[in-house]
């Protein structure tokens, strides 16, 4: 079952990691932040062993604010939430000119 948020609860999540999702499959629902430094640093350390689920948990565990704990503890869910992740960490498109 999906443990119970707030309005306020979310307002208060966004003040405080300024960008929040939420993830919804059948009747669950979770909120996440955006990870830190130090947690994409691990997550990337997990995808270069080859080890994505892995990485996928750990994102999605780390980052986890309220609701829903199925995301990551059910593969099925973990890999349907991939797209939160792609939400949460948005590389930037950086030109780069030889001078």
């Not at 309005?7 to 993830?23: G, H, L, N, P, S």
């Not at 990870?35 to 997990?46: D, F, G, I, V």
């Not at 990485?55 to 309220?66: A, D, P, T, V």
């Not at 890999?79 to 498109?93: F, M, P, S, T, W």
Request: aromatic share 8%.
């Amino acid at each position: 079952m999906t443990e119970k948020v707030t309005e306020q609860q979310i307002a208060e999540w966004k003040e405080k990691y300024t960008q929040v999702v939420e993830a919804k499959a059948d009747e669950h629902t979770a909120y996440f932040r955006k990870p830190t430094r130090q947690e994409l640093s691990y997550a990337m350390t997990l995808q270069q062993s080859g080890k994505n689920l892995e990485m996928l948990e750990h994102i999605l565990k780390s980052c986890h604010l309220g609701g829903s704990k199925i995301f990551y503890q059910n593969a099925d869910y973990m890999l349907g939430a991939a797209g939160v992740v792609e939400q949460l960490v948005k590389v930037k498109q950086v030109e780069v000119k030889n001078l």
